[in-house]
T-cell receptor, first 110, second 114 residues
Framework: RKEVEQDPGPFNVPEGATVAFNCTYS??????FFWYRQDCRKEPKLLMS???SGNEDGRFTAQLNRASQYISLLIRDSKLSDSATYLC???????????FGAGTRLFVKA | EPEVTQTPSHQVTQMGQEVILRCVPI?????FYWYRQILGQKVEFLVS????????KSEIFDDQFSVERPDGSNFTLKIRSTKLEDSAMYFC????????????FGSGTRLTVV
């Protein structure tokens, strides 16, 4: 089983749509969880941390289910500018090593 | 907004040569990292660095690689005797709290080994 697994997509959605991405991780001792976005040939940029209670930042909502080792990201009212690859990221215990998922590609079309 | 600076943005080198990739992390950050991303593949962890020593390294980070923080601001990745398969984007990252906060990445150095 991969350490961090994501549906590669691509997801093709119209503007204004709601889209959800899922991610699973294999190490039950993992401590910290994040979503990053990466534009083509650019560096990853932190989108949001993921907390056990769930958290929201504007149109973005992240959820964590430790029992199922599952993380999700919901994007509401998609914008053209949301088109990117979304990376699920997991820190191992101690936090010195971070594992990136392969990413889910999102295309938002007009 | 503070940023992580990487130089050069693109480096072309001949197979077998040594390269040094440079990074200036955000000034109050304590933890430093190198990652690489081969074109079309996922971001891969290479090494983390804290308190002037390596904290953790991946199986990719073998004797060919070394890191150094020669002064209070720079953080370098040296690749000795480069191979064709070392061609990738190399990202430096830093943060001040390794567990609760994500990283700030530099814009990367694209290394091409010919």
């Amino acid at each position: 089983r991969k350490e961090v697994e994501q549906d590669p997509g691509p997801f093709n959605v119209p503007e204004g749509a709601t889209v959800a991405f899922n991610c699973t991780y294999s190490n039950s001792a993992s401590q910290s969880f994040f979503w990053y976005r990466q534009d083509c040939r650019k560096e990853p940029k932190l989108l949001m941390s993921v907390y056990s209670s769930g958290n929201e930042d504007g149109r973005f909502t992240a959820q964590l289910n430790r029992a199922s080792q599952y993380i999700s990201l919901l994007i509401r009212d998609s914008k053209l500018s949301d088109s990117a690859t979304y990376l699920c990221v997991v820190n191992n215990a101690g936090g010195f090593k971070t594992i990136f998922g392969a990413g889910t590609r999102l295309f938002v079309k007009a | 907004e503070p940023e992580v600076t990487q130089t050069p943005s693109h480096q072309v080198t001949q197979m077998g040569q040594e390269v040094i990739l440079r990074c200036v992390p955000i000034s109050n950050h304590l933890y430093f990292y190198w990652y690489r991303q081969i074109l079309g593949q996922k971001v891969e962890f290479l090494v983390s660095f804290y308190n002037n020593e390596i904290s953790e390294k991946s199986e990719i980070f073998d004797d060919q690689f070394s890191v150094e923080r020669p002064d209070g601001s720079n953080f370098t990745l040296k690749i000795r005797s480069t191979k064709l398969e070392d061609s990738a984007m190399y990202f430096c990252a830093s943060n001040w709290d390794r567990e609760n906060y994500g990283y700030t990445f530099g814009s990367g150095t694209r290394l091409t080994v010919v």
